[in-house]
């Protein structure tokens, strides 16, 4: 599937692996939710995508009280689980390695490095659907202190 093509179509229940190294389904991830927003992550290497990560501490739990959240990497799930322990993230995160996900969606570049940003999936009629996808950089007012750093 081409990334337009996952676009308000349905899409296959990926299978992700947890922090804890079990799978978990992309419908699992949804629970009784009617929407799951996705963010993107491009890792631990990457300092603006750890950056946004901080901020999402602040705003889970309105964003947790409306719908699913999710932070995915293709980082390895004992690496993902270290790093956000390290960082006192309480928000939940799974790892795409080994997966065609990120590709799949058009987060990969065409060197085969991931690219962030945030998937909004829905349930409708019984599938998942990738409702909206978006793709903020560094210097986006999507992260508080981006805009600042923006300004360097």
Not at 2 to 15: G, W
Not at 24 to 41: I, Q
Not at 62 to 91: I, K, N
Not at 101 to 125: E, L, N, T, W, Y
Request: hydrophobic share 40%.
């Amino acid at each position: 599937m081409t990334p337009a093509e996952a676009m308000n179509n349905p899409v296959a229940d990926y299978v992700f692996m947890s922090q804890a190294g079990e799978p978990v389904r992309l419908s699992d991830l949804l629970g009784d939710r009617e929407a799951l927003v996705m963010v993107h992550n491009m890792g631990s290497h990457c300092p603006f995508c750890t950056e946004w990560a901080d901020d999402f501490n602040r705003i889970v739990p309105e964003l947790t009280d409306r719908m699913a959240f999710v932070v995915e990497s293709a980082d390895d799930p004992v690496v993902q689980r270290d790093y956000h322990a390290a960082r006192g993230w309480t928000f939940n995160m799974v790892s795409s390695q080994g997966t065609p996900f990120k590709k799949d969606m058009g987060f990969m570049d065409a060197q085969h490095r991931p690219i962030g940003g945030v998937s909004v999936f829905k349930r409708q009629a019984g599938k998942i659907v990738r409702t909206r996808r978006d793709a903020p950089t560094p210097a986006d007012d999507s992260s508080s202190v981006g805009y600042f750093f923006g300004l360097l």
